[in-house]
């Protein structure tokens, strides 16, 4: 039984480095793998999903069962054989690394995968669900497949430097956000959780922009005025506090910031051609339609 892609252009980088799939394999190994070696910048991820087999290294041999995973790199002579009656299954997957082709940035996944030329021990990072994930979209070939390879390939690679290291902690976490590729969402959230108080002057101060740029930047985002985006938050949410029990119109014009129940129906009236009181009614009526018997 043996399931193998080959001669597939299946290449992604990481770090800025190449990283290129030249085999994808599983298989139910019934014969002897002698020994060999692979050349420089390759890998030869093996895992052991079911049976038992030996791997043997010049200076030593291991057993393989059940959950085994071993990592063979460049010039690391090995050989396989299959413990019978209960022959082991393995995936296989055989990486090539470019790394001519690095940045000079420091790459915590690939600089753990390339400098290791040797390692074996039990997977504890779910590696076998991510190979009969790849598997399947290798099978079935639905739309996005490649990307979905590329994109589980890369995953692997992870998972891999997290069982040699144990689950280490990252050195490098995420640069801080770029203000200007922010703006949208401190725009959006400032509408969205202060529109009872939000002033075209705060937001220019959040987004570290002078009144005019930010008029400028709604008219740009949204085709919107400040004025016109508070209206729209504020009637928004109105919408759904009018129809909260107990709620009365000045407790709802209250927490939108209008100075009186009246200013906020005058609000509520231009902006959806109905008063507070008759839109509350109308939704009762429409929810208790709803929950009738008939309507159902």
């Known amino acids: ?4 892609y080959t001669d597939m252009d299946i290449h992604f980088s990481m770090d800025g480095v190449s990283v290129y799939v030249l085999n994808i394999i599983f298989e139910r190994f019934t014969r002897v793998i002698p020994l060999h070696s692979h050349g420089n910048g390759c890998y030869e991820v093996h895992y ?40 082991m299954q393995e995936y296989c997957i055989y990486f090539k690394v470019r790394t ?3 940045s000079q940035k420091h790459s915590p996944v690939m600089d753990a995968f390339c400098s290791t030329s040797f ?16 598997f399947e979209e290798l099978s079935h070939r639905y739309t996005g497949y490649q990307n979905q390879t590329r994109l589980l390939l890369s995953q692997f690679l992870i998972s891999i430097v997290r069982n040699y290291e144990r689950e280490q902690n990252a050195t ?13 969402i401190i725009i959006e959230e400032y509408f969205l959780y202060e529109y009872s108080d939000s002033s075209l002057e705060g937001l220019a101060q959040r987004l570290r922009l002078s009144t005019r740029q ?19 938050a504020r009637m928004s949410a109105a919408s759904v506090l009018l129809t909260q029990k107990g709620r009365s119109i000045a407790s709802v014009a209250e927490q939108l910031g209008y100075s009186s129940a009246e ?5 509520f009236k231009k902006y959806y051609h109905v008063s507070p009181a008759r839109y509350r009614a109308d939704k009762g009526t429409e929810k208790n339609r709803k929950d009738s018997p008939f309507f159902k």
Request: hydrophobic share 30%; with cysteine.
């Open 100 to 102: 001519s082709s690095r």
């Open 1 to 4: 039984m043996k399931t193998r």
């Open 172 to 184: 490098y976490p995420f640069a801080p956000s770029n203000l200007y590729d922010s703006k949208s």
């Open 48 to 87: 052991i999903s079911c049976g038992y087999g030996k791997l043997t290294l010049p200076d030593k041999e291991y057993d393989l069962c059940p959950n085994t995973l071993y990592v063979t790199g460049p010039h690391v002579e090995h050989a396989q054989a299959p413990v019978l009656p209960d022959p």
């Open 263 to 267: 200013h906020f129906s005058f609000a």
């Open 119 to 134: 390692w074996l021990g039990q997977d504890t990072q779910g590696v076998r669900f991510l190979l009969t994930k790849l």
């Open 214 to 232: 930010t008029q400028r930047l709604l008219q740009e985002y949204y085709g919107k005025t400040f004025q016109q985006k508070k209206a729209e």
